[in-house]
């Protein structure tokens, strides 16, 4: 292997030392996977300078364990090169192997890095005119890499905004409507104050008729309930300044998830919100009729 150029060496006593040696580590991974097999060269420069998301970085890029070098500098004719008449696919090849890529990338290092012109007959360009030289390839790939990494710190923040809009555009899956339920409840004839059938409540209400119930019972629909239920009611006669047992059944819109519950701090929790409708109400002449309820 030939001797540093004298400009590389500059550079090189300008990093600090925890730079020299990070760059050296990734310089001689990089080396050993080259000399190796000739593959995956960038992906493991890519995981070693951005070991936090090198595999997004390479599977955005399509950069893999397996890639030679010239499949990895495929995202070039992907994102910046036209293409359309094949020269950069019937190139990479000579590009790769001759000078004219080394002077090149001598050129970019120079501008780019040190911030100079390339130097006139530079004993190195002088070289590699006769020499070609495998770490030039290697420096290369290092420096396309930091490119991948840059490139996809910025590309990242379109791809998430891309993905949310696409979230937010799509239809959202409906929920399912909940079946109605009908609450009957026993309760102490001054907690129904100011009620009459045919009214809303809202769900608060219902709830402190809930805590007050001494007998509830909670099924899906009318029916299930007439067949349940066998008590003598008196509409009218409800003396609302008394605590004797009443009778109210109410329709809970959207009440599914209370259907069959056994306790009263079940039906609390469970009830939706919004009113609920009074189906009947009144004051209970016989205490029988209560078989089916659950006993508070």
Known sequence: MITIPIFLKEYDNQMD????????????????????KAKGCMYTAISKLSPDN???????????????????????KKYFIDDNDNDWSNNMDRLLEDRV?????????????????????????????VTPEPWLKLYFIIFVSIIVIGCYALLKSVIVQQTE??????????????KDSILCLVVPSDKLSGLNQGNLIP????KELISFASYFLCD??????????NLKLSPDSINYSSDEDAYIQ????????IIGKKTKFELRK???DGDAKIDQIGRILKKYGLENFICA
């Open 203 to 206: 769900s608060n209400r219902v």
């Open 270 to 272: 469970n009830l939706p």
């Open 250 to 257: 109410l329709t809970i819109y959207g009440g599914e998830n």
């Open 54 to 76: 090198y595999q997004e970085v390479c599977e955005h890029f399509k950069i893999t364990q397996d890639s030679t070098i010239k499949d990895d500098l495929q995202f070039f």
């Open 220 to 229: 899906g629909s009318v029916e299930a309930i007439e067949q349940k239920v």
């Open 17 to 36: 030392k925890e730079s020299q040696s990070r760059f050296k580590d990734v310089y001689s991974e990089i080396e050993k996977c080259y000399k190796s």
């Open 101 to 129: 890529l080394k002077d090149r990338v001598l050129e970019l290092f120079c501008k780019e890095v040190l911030d100079k012109p390339l130097p006139e007959e530079d004993p190195l360009t002088q070289c590699l005119r």
């Open 165 to 178: 809009t696409k979230l937010d555009a799509s239809p959202k899956p409906s929920q399912a409507q909940l």
